[in-house]
C-alpha cells in the first residue's frame, strides 16, 4: 500500500507535469501508476490515506475457538517441543495419532503470543554462481563427503572428522575421526563406508561428491575410487556451496545442543561423541527435507508407509471437521528424486 506521504506528493508531482504542458497519462506513467489510479487519489478535495487497514472484516467461519487457540499454545510449550518448529510438532502428533492444527495454524498462535523468533548464530547464506548437478532417484548411488575440524584439548589442535551422507536419503553411510588429514585415511574410510553398505553386489554406478580438498585429490584416494567402480565429482574451487549436503550436515553438528565447543578432551571422546551424534540423526532426528521421517526409514524403504498412515490420520480429521479445511490436505509424499545443486538441472 502506498503511504499518505507517497500519495500527496505523487498527486503534487502529476498537477505539476500537467501544468507544463504533459499529457496525463505519460505523468503517471514515469511513477508506474495507472491514470484510474490517480483519478481516485485526487476525486476528493484533499488526498486521503488508503482505508483497506480500517475496513470492516468478518472472522473466518472456520476459526479456531479460544479454548483450541490455548491447547495449541500449551502443546507447543510442551518440555519435548519448546526447541522444534510447528512442522515437527504436527508431524510428530500424527505419529501419535493425533491432529490439533495446520503449521500455519500454530505459527499464527505462537506469533500472537510473541513465541516466533531466528534461532542460530549463523549469517543469511550468500548466493553462489550455478554449479553442475547430479541426480539420485534411489539410495547407494549419490554420496557427498567431505572433512570438518573438530577443536582439540587446546587452542589450536584438531581432529578430523570424515563423514558421508547419502544424498537421497540423508542418511550418514560412514563417519570416522582420525587426528590427520590424508589420502591413506580418505582411502581406508571410503572403502569401509563401501562394505558397510553392501555395494560390491550393486550393479549400479556410484558418484561420490566432494569439494577439492587434497585429501579428496590425492592419487590414492582416486585409484580405490577407480577400484571400487565409484565416479568422483568434485566442487568448483573455493565455493562451498557446490558441497551443500555436507556442509548442512556440519552446520547440524555442531550446532547440536551438547557440542563440546570448547574442545574435545581426546581423540576417544571427538569418537564417541560422533557415534552418538550419527545414531541420533540416522534414526532419531525427523528430516525436514523427508517430510519429516528418519534418514534410516528413507533409506530402507519405509518411509512411503509411515507418510501413507499419516495421511490416513489427517483425512479422517477433515471427514471429522471439514470446515478447517479451504483446500487439499497438505502433502504427505517424498519426492522420487534428489539433485544436487538443482538450479542447474535444466541446463545439463
Given at each position: 500500500?502506498?503511504?499518505?506521504?507517497?500519495?500527496?506528493?505523487?498527486?503534487v508531482?502529476?498537477?505539476?507535469?500537467?501544468?507544463?504542458?504533459?499529457?496525463?497519462?505519460?505523468?503517471?506513467?514515469?511513477?508506474?501508476l495507472?491514470?484510474?489510479?490517480y483519478?481516485?487519489?485526487?476525486?476528493?478535495?484533499?488526498?486521503?490515506?488508503?482505508?483497506?487497514?480500517?475496513?470492516?472484516?468478518?472472522?473466518?467461519?472456520?476459526?479456531?475457538?479460544?479454548?483450541?487457540?490455548?491447547?495449541?499454545?500449551?502443546?507447543?510449550?510442551?518440555?519435548?517441543?519448546?526447541?522444534?518448529?510447528?512442522?515437527?510438532?504436527v508431524?510428530?502428533?500424527?505419529?501419535?495419532?493425533?491432529?490439533?492444527?495446520?503449521?500455519?495454524?500454530?505459527?499464527?498462535v505462537?506469533?500472537?503470543?510473541?513465541?516466533?523468533?531466528?534461532?542460530?548464530?549463523?549469517?543469511?547464506?550468500?548466493?553462489k554462481?550455478?554449479?553442475?548437478?547430479?541426480?539420485?532417484?534411489?539410495?547407494?548411488?549419490?554420496?557427498?563427503?567431505?572433512?570438518?575440524?573438530?577443536?582439540?584439548?587446546?587452542?589450536?589442535?584438531?581432529?578430523?572428522?570424515?563423514?558421508i551422507?547419502?544424498?537421497?536419503?540423508?542418511?550418514?553411510?560412514?563417519?570416522?575421526?582420525?587426528?590427520?588429514?590424508t589420502?591413506?585415511?580418505?582411502?581406508?574410510?571410503?572403502e569401509?563406508?563401501?562394505?558397510?553398505?553392501?555395494?560390491?553386489?550393486?550393479?549400479?554406478?556410484?558418484?561420490?561428491?566432494?569439494?577439492?580438498?587434497?585429501?579428496?585429490k590425492?592419487?590414492?584416494?582416486?585409484?580405490?575410487?577407480?577400484?571400487?567402480?565409484?565416479?568422483?565429482?568434485?566442487?568448483?574451487?573455493?565455493?562451498?556451496?557446490?558441497?551443500?549436503?555436507?556442509?548442512?550436515?556440519?552446520?547440524?553438528?555442531?550446532?547440536?545442543?551438547?557440542f563440546?565447543?570448547?574442545?574435545?578432551?581426546?581423540?576417544?571422546?571427538?569418537?564417541?561423541?560422533?557415534?552418538?551424534?550419527?545414531?541420533?540423526?540416522?534414526?532419531?532426528?525427523?528430516?525436514?527435507?523427508l517430510?519429516?521421517?528418519?534418514?534410516?526409514?528413507?533409506?530402507?524403504?519405509?518411509?512411503?508407509?509411515?507418510?501413507?498412515?499419516?495421511?490416513?490420520?489427517?483425512?479422517a480429521?477433515?471427514?471429522?471437521?471439514?470446515?478447517?479445511?479451504?483446500?487439499?490436505?497438505?502433502?504427505?509424499?517424498?519426492?522420487?528424486?534428489?539433485?544436487?545443486?538443482?538450479?542447474?538441472?535444466?541446463?545439463?
Amino acid at each position: 500500500m502506498t503511504s499518505l506521504p507517497d500519495r500527496q506528493q505523487a498527486v503534487v508531482l502529476i498537477e505539476e507535469a500537467q501544468s507544463n504542458g504533459a499529457r496525463l497519462t505519460k505523468a503517471c506513467a514515469l511513477l508506474n501508476l495507472s491514470v484510474r489510479t490517480y483519478q481516485r487519489w485526487s476525486s476528493n478535495t484533499a488526498v486521503r490515506a488508503d482505508r483497506r487497514p480500517l475496513a470492516p472484516r468478518s472472522e473466518p467461519h472456520n476459526k479456531l475457538s479460544t479454548e483450541e487457540r490455548e491447547a495449541v499454545l500449551a502443546l507447543c510449550n510442551q518440555s519435548e517441543y519448546q526447541s522444534c518448529p510447528p512442522a515437527f510438532i504436527v508431524a510428530d502428533q500424527l505419529d501419535q495419532g493425533c491432529y490439533l492444527a495446520s503449521e500455519s495454524t500454530l505459527y499464527r498462535v505462537l506469533h500472537e503470543h510473541d513465541q516466533v523468533h531466528p534461532r542460530g548464530r549463523q549469517k543469511a547464506p550468500e548466493r553462489k554462481r550455478m554449479a553442475t548437478t547430479h541426480k539420485a532417484s534411489e539410495a547407494n548411488c549419490l554420496w557427498s563427503w567431505d572433512i570438518s575440524w573438530l577443536p582439540g584439548p587446546a587452542r589450536g589442535t584438531w581432529f578430523y572428522l570424515y563423514l558421508i551422507m547419502d544424498v537421497y536419503s540423508r542418511k550418514i553411510v560412514g563417519h570416522e575421526v582420525y587426528e590427520n588429514e590424508t589420502g591413506e585415511l580418505a582411502r581406508e574410510f571410503i572403502e569401509k563406508a563401501y562394505w558397510r553398505e553392501h555395494l560390491a553386489s550393486r550393479d549400479k554406478p556410484l558418484v561420490l561428491h566432494s569439494d577439492n580438498g587434497s585429501p579428496m585429490k590425492a592419487a590414492t584416494f582416486l585409484e580405490k575410487l577407480y577400484d571400487l567402480g565409484i565416479t568422483p565429482s568434485n566442487s568448483r574451487p573455493r565455493v562451498s556451496n557446490d558441497n551443500a549436503y555436507s556442509e548442512s550436515l556440519f552446520k547440524t553438528l555442531k550446532f547440536r545442543p551438547g557440542f563440546p565447543a570448547n574442545g574435545f578432551k581426546t581423540i576417544q571422546d571427538a569418537r564417541d561423541w560422533v557415534l552418538k551424534f550419527v545414531r541420533w540423526y540416522n534414526t532419531e532426528h525427523r528430516h525436514s527435507a523427508l517430510n519429516y521421517v528418519t534418514p534410516q526409514q528413507r533409506h530402507t524403504g519405509e518411509a512411503d508407509q509411515i507418510l501413507a498412515q499419516r495421511k490416513q490420520i489427517i483425512e479422517a480429521a477433515k471427514a471429522a471437521n471439514p470446515q478447517r479445511w479451504s483446500g487439499k490436505i497438505r502433502n504427505l509424499s517424498l519426492p522420487d528424486s534428489v539433485t544436487l545443486n538443482p538450479e542447474k538441472a535444466a541446463n545439463c
